[in-house]
């Protein structure tokens, strides 16, 4: 497969990968001069034109949905910048930057496997999950 266009490389560079991965995505940390450091998901293309083609509109819906949430007022990420509008131009990959929110991740605190960050309590449980039924109630 040819090495299709990042787009993205100009502003914020390469990236340092994290260790999460997500269904169809690489996830990145990546610097930019003009904004506070992100994260970048770009989308790890298929070779089968069908894969592709499904995997392209699941993220455009993805973004759509983000940026849709954050202005609802739900607790996620802003997304400072994506190529969307680039869906059914098959040489570029698709990708968006989106704010970094600091600290471990949901996963990481309540998987008993790092040592170094405690279990959450049941008040925070029950925050965590009064905080999710908020932003399901804006979907």
Same mark, same amino acid.
């Given at each position: 497969? &040819?090495?299709?266009? +990042?787009? /993205?490389?100009?502003? /914020?560079?390469?990236?340092? @990968? =994290?260790?999460?991965?997500?269904? +169809?995505?690489?996830?990145?940390?990546? @610097?930019?001069? *003009?904004?506070?450091?992100?994260?970048?998901?770009?989308?790890?293309?298929?070779?089968?034109? !069908?894969?592709?083609? #499904?995997?392209?509109?699941?993220? $455009?819906?993805?973004?759509?949905? #983000?940026?849709?949430?954050? +202005?609802?007022? *739900?607790?996620?990420?802003?997304?400072?910048?994506?190529?969307?509008?680039? !869906?059914?131009?098959?040489?570029?990959?698709?990708?968006? $930057?989106? !704010?970094?929110?600091?600290?471990?991740?949901?996963?990481? =605190?309540?998987?008993? #496997? &790092?040592?170094?960050?405690?279990?959450?309590?049941?008040?925070?449980? $029950?925050?965590?999950? =009064?905080?999710?039924?908020?932003?399901?109630?804006?979907?």
């Amino acid at each position: 497969m &040819n090495k299709l266009k +990042q787009p /993205w490389i100009d502003k /914020w560079g390469l990236g340092e @990968p =994290l260790g999460d991965k997500s269904g +169809q995505g690489e996830l990145l940390l990546v @610097p930019n001069r *003009a904004n506070p450091k992100g994260i970048l998901k770009h989308l790890v293309e298929k070779s089968e034109e !069908e894969d592709r083609s #499904q995997a392209r509109f699941r993220m $455009v819906e993805e973004i759509k949905n #983000q940026k849709k949430l954050k +202005q609802a007022g *739900a607790k996620v990420p802003e997304v400072f910048e994506s190529n969307e509008n680039d !869906e059914h131009d098959r040489g570029t990959e698709l990708y968006f $930057v989106m !704010e970094l929110i600091p600290g471990p991740t949901l996963d990481e =605190l309540i998987t008993p #496997q &790092n040592k170094a960050l405690r279990s959450l309590s049941i008040d925070e449980s $029950v925050k965590v999950c =009064l905080e999710l039924t908020k932003t399901l109630r804006i979907f």
